[in-house]
């Protein structure tokens, strides 16, 4: 048990300021962050890597982006050339090395594990690779700005609004304030606003009468493609505010019917892909399928190899462990959009709660911009998916090791 409790509360009562007592119980901290480190080897971390950047390589191939497009929706194909901010790249950790599971546009926790990753430094010593926190602040302002100046050229914004739908009520609400304290002392004025509040007018999006210049999209209607967020997404084709991430970067990276073009090899080398990254995307990728009435019957007779997802779901929500399937549910899912993806089972790690031991299932997550790591921490959790609510679970941070 390595996490100083008492360190993680006075950094984020020092950072919240006077929202922290709202929002600082103790409930609230133990379901965020579990007491104990993750364990990766230095070569898995490596290994993580090295498939990120083959991802960012395949996204730039003329032929995979004239792919994915071909499903995305309308908002989606319009391109400022942003990369994204917070990229998140899922990994189980298997005997044969991580798997990607899932890319995530609006990656949650970023801020959350800067903390925790600071107070296990100052209880672990030279274990933790404290450059992944220390820094981390500049290297959020620097994504950012690199963000903005993709679409305008130069300057910086002098408003950014965070936007989330409802998002006091957001699960991650606490790191919303911590992103806009962090913006906020960096000389741009920040804002947490839900879509009904901003209107888009005048060739501009407003809150009240404050013009926003940018955009912190923690939304997860990907294409804003709901009525509520017809302002938002009326900017963003107008070109009137920068958005990050924005409807593009989810449809090349995130959308999950893009796990099944990542992970055939053959038709990667065939677009340019380089025959070295082309192989580590199809060891580094379960193999993955769309969901069809075609393969319906191969699909149910092999349930139990296969992970079913909604192509674009978010949160773990509608996903289903093939060995748990009943036939109605099975049903639903050939009547929506769904991939299957081969199952990799996450590795385990064995906490104390309440002086009795017991394993939770890990995932590992990369926060990216641009193909480099900003930070790496895990999540521990029980369940079919990963989730925050777990006893003795939550964000951990990592710990590597030589092999």
């Not at 609230?28 to 950047?53: E, Y």
């Not at 609006?106 to 933790?128: D, E, M, R």
């Not at 620097?142 to 910086?156: D, K, L, P, V």
């Not at 002392?185 to 009904?196: A, Q, R």
Request: aromatic fraction near 10%; proline fraction near 4%; charge should be negative.
């Amino acid at each position: 048990m390595t996490l100083d409790w008492s360190t993680v509360k006075l950094n984020l009562t020092q950072l919240l300021g006077d929202d922290a007592d709202k929002i600082l119980s103790g409930s609230t901290l133990r379901q965020f962050f579990s007491n104990v480190a993750v364990f990766v080897p230095d070569s898995d971390l490596n290994q993580m890597l090295t498939i990120v950047q083959a991802i960012e390589a395949t996204a730039a191939l003329p032929d995979y982006q004239r792919k994915v497009l071909s499903w995305a929706p309308e908002s989606a194909h319009y391109n400022p050339g942003q990369a994204g901010a917070f990229m998140g790249f899922d990994f189980h950790l298997g005997k044969d090395g991580p798997h990607l599971i899932e890319i995530n546009t609006n990656a949650g926790g970023a801020f959350l594990n800067s903390i925790l990753a600071q107070a296990q430094s100052k209880c672990c010593g030279g274990s933790v690779h404290a450059s992944w926190a220390e820094n981390f602040d500049e290297a959020v302002m620097a994504q950012f700005i690199s963000e903005w100046r993709a679409q305008r050229g130069s300057g910086q914004p002098e408003r950014i609004a965070i936007i989330d739908d409802a998002p006091t009520e957001q699960h991650l609400y606490p790191e919303f304030i911590l992103a806009q304290k962090l913006l906020s002392k960096n000389g741009i004025d920040t804002v947490i606003l839900s879509p009904f509040d901003v209107r888009y007018e005048s060739g501009g999006l407003y809150c009240d009468n404050q013009r926003i210049d940018m955009v912190y999209n923690r939304l997860v209607d990907f294409g804003l493609e709901a009525p509520e967020h017809a302002a938002i997404r009326s900017a963003w084709l107008e070109g009137n505010a920068v958005i990050t991430p924005n409807p593009h970067t989810h449809a090349m990276f995130a959308d999950k019917r893009n796990l099944a073009v990542m992970s055939d090899q053959q038709n990667l080398i065939d677009w340019g892909l380089s025959p070295e990254h082309a192989e580590l995307l199809q060891n580094g990728i379960p193999h993955t399928v769309r969901v069809t009435a075609r393969k319906a019957e191969s699909l149910w007779q092999q349930r139990r190899q296969w992970f079913f997802k909604p192509v674009a779901g978010h949160g773990s929500k509608g996903v289903y462990r093939g060995s748990k399937l009943t036939k109605s549910t099975f049903a639903r899912i050939l009547e929506s959009d769904y991939v299957a993806q081969a199952f990799v089972p996450p590795s385990e790690r064995m906490v104390v709660v309440d002086g009795e031991r017991k394993m939770l299932k890990v995932d590992v997550r990369l926060y990216t911009y641009g193909g480099s790591l900003l930070l790496v921490a895990a999540r521990l959790y029980q369940g079919q998916t990963t989730n925050l609510r777990t006893l003795g679970g939550g964000f951990a941070p990592i710990l590597t090791q030589n092999n």
